[in-house]
Each structure stands twice: as C-alpha cells, then as structure tokens.
C-alpha cells in the first residue's frame, strides 16, 4: 500500500527527459521542508492505493490516445523514499516495460533502487535550509545512467555547489544539473556564471513552470 497524492499525464520539465510526455505518480510525504518547495500540498493528505491500483491507474492514463501508449513514467512526491513500498512499485513499473525515473532529495538510501530505474537525485544547497540533510554516500552508488540536481538560489549556493562537484567529482560519475530557484534568482545570471567558470554542468529551467505555473497536477 502507498499513499498517493495524485497521478497525472504531464510533460516532464526537468533533467533528461525534458519535454517528454510522462505519467507522473506523486507520493504522499516528506521528511524535509526546503524553503523553496513547490509541492507543500504533497506534505499530507493523498490517498492509499494498492499497488495493483497503481499499476491499473497508470495504465489507464497513460493508454493511447491514437498514437501510442506513454512510456515514460516518474516517481516523485514529496519524497518517494519515505514510503516503505516505493521501492516494489519501482519495481512493478519496470517490468511493465516503462522508462521509470526517480527523483528523490537524495537524504535517503539511493542504493537499493532497481538499477533499471534513472535516480535523479537531489543534493541541497544551504539555500534550501536543509543542507544538513545530504546522504553523501549516496553519491558512491550512482552511475552514467543518474543524474545530480542542485537547485541554487544565489551566489552563496553557487559557489558551494561549484566546490561540492569538484571535491567529489560527480561530474566525472553522472550528468549534473543546476537549476535557479523559481523567483529568487534571475535564470539568466545563473547560466552567465555557469559559462564564465566552464563548469560541466547542465543548466536547466523548470518546463512545467513556464507553461503552467504551480498549477497542481500539471
């Protein structure tokens, strides 16, 4: 069983899959409170569902509309993790043939996800309030098929994140994304001091907020 907070048919907008139509399975609860989240209404509420139901309800909206059945589904919350059971639907989800990601806060255990599955893995930046929080051995078991975003909200976290993928040379592990902070930052003062240091990192802006805003469910 797994509480739900909503499952819905979006584009992905962020990390590789960017653009992609995606069915997004939304879990219920986290243990951070960052200070710019975007998903507070994930903290509680939602609705239990076996995972017979899941599987069912994903099919469903992701069947075809007269070319083909989405295939590229995430597993976000919230934070997933939390959830005893998120790991056997990661699961469930990859043997039903899906391209399955994970985006996760990167504070809990990263290493017994199925390795079918694409963990785009946060690390927090002291802007987030919840720095303390990074499970930095997570970053020993990620591999070329993950990915790291750190979301920076000013030069403070630019300049942490920067010494953070040096000292650990994640780049050299996974792809790195680095993401403004919707509203604190200016997007394009944070793509001038990417370009100025040459860091190998990927910028990226948040699709879904461009088109829709913070509408739930889109």
């Known amino acids: 069983m797994l509480r739900i907070t909503e499952i819905f048919l979006s584009l992905q907008g962020e990390a590789r899959d960017a653009g992609w139509p995606t069915l997004f399975v939304r879990l219920t609860g986290c243990p951070l409170r960052c200070t710019y989240c975007d998903t507070s209404y994930a903290f509680t509420g939602g609705h239990t569902m076996t995972l017979d139901a899941i599987m069912e309800e994903v099919k469903q909206v992701a069947a075809s509309r007269g070319y083909g059945e989405v295939r590229h589904v995430c ?45 785009v893995m946060d690390l927090k930046t002291p802007g987030s ?71 190998p990192v990927r910028f990226q802006m948040q699709l879904h907020k461009l088109l829709w805003g913070d509408e739930p469910g889109r």
Do not use: H, M
């Not at 059971?85 to 290493?111: H, N, P």
């Not at 909200?153 to 994140?161: I, Q, S, V």
């Open 75 to 119: 597993v976000t919350g919230g934070e997933p993790l939390a959830q005893r059971g998120c790991r056997e639907l990661l699961v469930r989800l990859c043997d039903a043939d899906y391209q399955v990601s994970l985006e996760t806060s990167g504070a809990l255990d990263v290493s017994n996800v199925d390795v079918r599955v694409v963990r």
């Open 129 to 199: 309030g919840e720095q303390t929080k990074n499970r930095w051995e997570n970053l020993e078991v990620l591999t070329g098929r993950d990915q790291v975003k750190l979301v920076i909200a000013d030069r403070n976290d630019y300049e942490w994140a920067r010494a953070v993928i040096k000292r650990y040379r994640i780049a050299d592990r996974c792809e790195v994304l680095f993401s403004p902070v919707f509203g604190r930052i200016e997007p394009r003062q944070l793509a001038d001091w990417i370009i100025e240091d040459r860091l």
